[in-house]
């Protein structure tokens, strides 16, 4: 059991309907309040503890803690079933996003990239069999409470995952300093972006499965963007392709 403690990581969690729970609270303050009433209308319980038991099971509370499984912190589906829901829904958008994270080791940028994913409309983050439960807090408080609502697949070999994907129609893109301008490349329908771990990149394996590279230009003097910087950047132009169609 891990417990969430930002308001609004809390507050999405609970607002997804996932199974979560109790809410426990030491310090009834507003927000506090409000929360409560909001577990209350989604039938979770609401525990009140003191706070020195908050303090050992939620060190970094503020007043309110909500008890996650440790094996679902996130909104879970296997890459099979994302794959059979395109095939098998007649009403599914001609536009799919996937997102395709490659040894992203800190939760800060993990969080960062999935709250990204949340603005712009990504469908799926696919990552191995490697993300460790103790950081489902700060993911979740980073991302602002996004990691209740993407959809996230787990798996233990990425490039099969990406030959999955390139059977099923996408076109795979590497995120490189050295590809081309995202700019010219139409991002439109079922498209998958790989973002390489910080500071090493894309591993061999998966830049060989690419399509192509690509690149955000800049004019800056530093060598690159921050991993969760460029996540925005790039889920923003493949959203903004979209909307211009």
């Known amino acids: 059991m891990i417990y969430l403690t930002g308001f609004h990581a809390i507050e999405e969690r609970i607002k997804s309907g996932r199974p979560c729970g109790p809410l426990l609270v030491a310090k009834p303050g507003p927000k506090a309040r409000s929360l409560t009433i909001l577990a209350n209308e989604k039938k979770i319980r609401t525990d009140r503890v003191g706070t020195v038991e908050l303090d050992r099971l939620a060190p970094l509370h503020r007043g309110i803690a909500l008890a996650v499984d440790e094996g679902g912190f996130g909104a879970e589906i296997s890459l099979e079933e994302f794959l059979e829901g395109l095939e098998n829904d007649s009403d599914i958008k001609s536009d799919v996003l996937v997102v395709i994270l490659d040894e992203i080791t800190d939760p800060h940028n993990y969080g960062a990239i999935l709250r990204s994913c949340d603005q712009f409309g990504v469908d799926l983050v696919i990552t191995r069999h490697r993300r460790i439960a103790k950081h489902a807090e700060t993911i979740s408080k980073t991302s602002a ?6 959809q996230q697949a787990e798996t233990a070999n990425l490039p099969r995952a990406v ?11 590497g995120a490189d300093m050295e590809g081309e301008c995202l700019y010219d490349r139409d991002l439109r329908g079922k498209t998958a972006i790989i973002l390489g771990g910080e500071g090493i990149g894309i591993s061999r394996l998966l830049r060989e499965s690419c399509d192509a590279m690509i690149s955000i230009p800049s004019l ?3 060598e690159s963007l921050n991993v969760s910087v460029a996540a925005g950047v790039l889920f923003y132009e493949a959203m903004r392709q979209r909307k211009k169609t």
Request: glycine fraction near 16%; charged fraction near 25%.
């Open 145 to 150: 409470g996004a990691s209740a609502w993407v």
């Open 163 to 173: 030959e999955e994907l390139k059977k099923a129609g996408f076109w795979v893109y």
């Open 220 to 222: 800056g003097r530093i």
